[in-house]
């Protein structure tokens, strides 16, 4: 959802050569030497998105062979552990607050 209202406002002001509808500030011009690298983000969003069902269809599959439902528990404990201590500290970041206000 962030990648689709950034390319809208993005190509609203290229095409149109107005601002959005929806008035903020900005404490940093955008930077449009930036936009590859947004092209690369969305194909890359756009590949993940693809393989995240079946990464969870393979990992149901082999959790279904394990046959104790506690050693079940402690190895989904131990994958959502690995996910939260890799990405999680992304919403932590110390750049996370919005640099902008409505205005």
């Known amino acids: ?6 390319s809208g406002a993005l190509l609203s002001r290229i ?8 008035n903020f500030t900005l ?16 194909i890359l969003a756009g590949f993940l998105s693809c393989i995240t069902p079946e990464s969870f269809e ?3 599959k082999k959790m279904q062979l ?3 439902p506690w ?3 402690s190895c989904g404990a ?8 890799c990405f999680f500290p992304l919403s932590l970041a110390k750049d996370n607050h919005h640099d902008y206000h409505l205005g």
């Open 1 to 6: 959802m962030i990648i689709a209202a950034a």
């Open 15 to 22: 095409i149109l050569q107005e601002g959005v509808i929806l």
């Open 27 to 42: 404490k940093q011009p955008f930077n449009y030497s930036n936009v590859p690298f947004y092209i690369l983000l969305g």
């Open 58 to 60: 393979w990992i149901g």
């Open 66 to 68: 394990v046959k104790n």
């Open 71 to 73: 050693t079940r528990c």
């Open 78 to 85: 131990d994958y959502y552990w690995h996910y939260f201590y």
